[in-house]
């Protein structure tokens, strides 16, 4: 079974630059998520969406970030000015989250993440 | 809130060393428990759960019992092996909010021949 894929794997960008990261969660995985990882942290969601619809986006920087799912399978998440801060590695992760309710148990699959370095 | 403390690193130890990483956590109602390991070079990956108090989560040898009254989930492995050198990460997913994970800062384990 194929996992989580995300691209680029890296980027690196001048502050002001837009940027764009994909993922392609695994094949009928419901839920999907984006954290961003600052190095020497522990991730932390950004944006969890359930088939294409939003299920909680309240630590997203909504001012510069912005994120779709369209079709409720692949997602881009984009940045819009980055500024220095940005700099982090970028992780979705997807699970099963059938219709009709979501499991704390539910194992979450990582990608490999983007390496975003802002200049 | 919800949060989660996790020991600071590096942590280094010796082959066949006994390992504890400590894990502490605040959370409203009863959260889900989890273990992530990232290795080298690697996406983080699940290592164990417990999903009540008192269950206790273990593979590969590791184990952590999640423990109610003292709101811990410390990770522990009888004899480390080199190749359990990666950064660990303690984890909580809040009851009935979506299934989000809400981590540690990590602690690196590095482990020596």
């Known amino acids: 079974e194929a996992g989580v894929a995300q691209s680029p794997r890296y980027k690196i960008i001048e502050k002001r630059q837009s940027v764009a990261f994909w993922c392609n969660p695994i094949s009928g995985h419901a839920t999907l998520y984006w954290y961003q990882q600052i190095l020497g942290q522990g991730p932390k969601l950004l944006i969890q969406?359930?088939?294409?619809?939003?299920?909680?986006d309240s630590q997203l920087p909504k001012d510069r970030f912005s994120a779709e799912r369209l079709k409720g399978v692949d997602s881009t998440l984009k940045i819009q000015p980055a500024k220095l801060e940005d700099s982090a590695v970028y992780l979705c992760a997807s699970t099963e989250g059938l219709a009709g309710g979501f499991s704390p148990t539910d194992t979450q699959y990582f990608g490999p993440g983007t390496r975003l370095t802002v200049l | 809130g919800n949060s989660v403390t996790q020991m600071e690193g590096p942590v280094t130890l010796s082959e066949e060393a006994f390992l504890t990483i400590n894990c502490t956590y605040t959370?409203?109602?009863?959260?889900?428990l989890f273990w992530y390991v990232q290795y080298p070079g690697e996406g983080l990956q699940l290592l164990l759960k417990?999903?009540?108090?008192?269950d206790k989560g273990s593979n590969k040898g590791f184990e952590a019992t999640y423990r109610k009254e003292t709101t811990s989930f410390h990770l522990e492995k009888g004899s480390v092996q080199v190749s359990d050198s990666a950064v660990y990460f303690c984890?909580?997913?809040?009851?009935?909010?979506?299934?989000?994970?809400?981590f540690g800062q990590g602690t690196e384990l590095s482990v020596k021949p």
């Open positions: 984890a909580l997913s809040p009851y009935n909010q979506g299934g989000k994970l809400i």
């Open positions: 417990a999903t009540k108090a008192d």
């Open positions: 969406f359930q088939n294409n619809g939003v299920v909680d």
């Open positions: 959370a409203t109602g009863y959260p889900s």
